[in-house]
């Protein structure tokens, strides 16, 4: 046991003291016990960081449930998205489900119509934190404030990606209607995503117009299944010489080619004003002198 001992205090006298290479002073002894309140306000950034990991895990998370209940199999097809500056994804419109489907993959921001009830609960709670943007479609003042976040969401290096559906409504599967422009002009990238349903056990269509979404929602919660493809196309980029709309035409095609979707010539917002008869007949006139243009050049 002796010599265990001496052999023991003999190695520790071997040991190199690392304070004797060390600068007098350069160690001191801490002050009080350091706790996690502490730590966590020296780093503001790391717990503003791990809230937004959170926020985006707990969406994730709900929407999962969402699809879940409805016995949803969705089959994703491409590269998951990534968060990039001076990127935005748009993608066609069905129902609202379309974000519950993208969202259980993604934590997008999304552009979307202000609800009420319990959907406008989750809208101002859950789904603030990720930096989505809300408005009225009977407030012409919301078009610009609309605008103007939409610039600054898309050019911020640390945001969620921006989701849009640039048709505006939804549409029933079967077609694409045109796609407005406010997303195609803002000089960044567009990525688009093909959405398409199968009506073999329930069609996802929502037509507001005759159903709430609650109502939506138990009709999908107490059918067979929802069967869906997502497609995550190559990102596009605006051509010299394209203009906009040009620009969100092209998308459109893209989109409703994968998904296999009708393009026709309709504006979305018709579904919720009619024209007036003066725009009517405007419209009628410069459709029939371009039909006679083509004629003339045949």
Not at 23 to 43: A, C, F, K, M, N
Not at 183 to 188: V, Y
Request: glycine share 6%.
């Amino acid at each position: 046991m002796n010599k265990l001992n001496t052999s023991s205090s003999e190695l520790d006298l071997d040991r190199p003291n690392i304070e004797d290479y060390l600068p007098s002073g350069s160690i001191q002894e801490p002050h009080g016990t350091l706790r996690l309140r502490d730590l966590l306000d020296i780093s503001p950034t790391l717990t503003e960081a791990a809230g937004a990991i959170v926020d985006r895990g707990l969406v994730e998370l709900i929407c999962s449930f969402f699809v879940g209940s409805w016995t949803g199999v969705v089959k994703y097809h491409g590269p998951r998205p990534s968060i990039r500056p001076k990127q935005i994804f748009v993608a066609n419109h069905t129902s609202m489900i379309d974000f519950i489907v993208l969202e259980q993959m993604t934590a997008f921001a999304v552009i979307m119509q202000k609800h009420p009830g319990w959907v406008g609960l989750l809208q101002s709670t859950i789904l603030e934190s990720l930096g989505c943007i809300w408005f009225n479609r009977s407030e012409s003042k919301d078009r610009e404030i609309v605008a103007r976040k939409l610039r600054e969401h898309v050019h911020g290096a640390d945001n969620n990606p921006l989701l849009v559906f640039p048709e505006g409504t939804c549409v029933n599967n079967h077609y694409t209607v045109m796609f407005k422009k406010g997303a195609f002009e803002l000089g960044c990238t567009v990525c688009p995503i093909a959405i398409k349903y199968n009506k073999i056990f329930v069609d996802a269509f929502w037509n507001s117009r005759k159903q709430s979404f609650t109502t939506h929602l138990l009709q999908l919660m107490t059918s067979w299944a929802v069967v869906c493809d997502v497609w995550y196309l190559e990102p596009q980029n605006l051509k010299p010489g394209e203009t906009p709309i040009e620009f969100a035409e092209r998308v459109r095609d893209i989109i409703s080619v994968r998904a296999g979707l009708k393009k026709v010539p309709w504006d979305g917002y018709l579904k919720y004003s009619r024209p007036s008869p003066k725009h009517r007949e405007r419209k009628q006139q410069s459709f029939a002198e371009s039909v006679l243009r083509r004629l003339e050049e045949r």
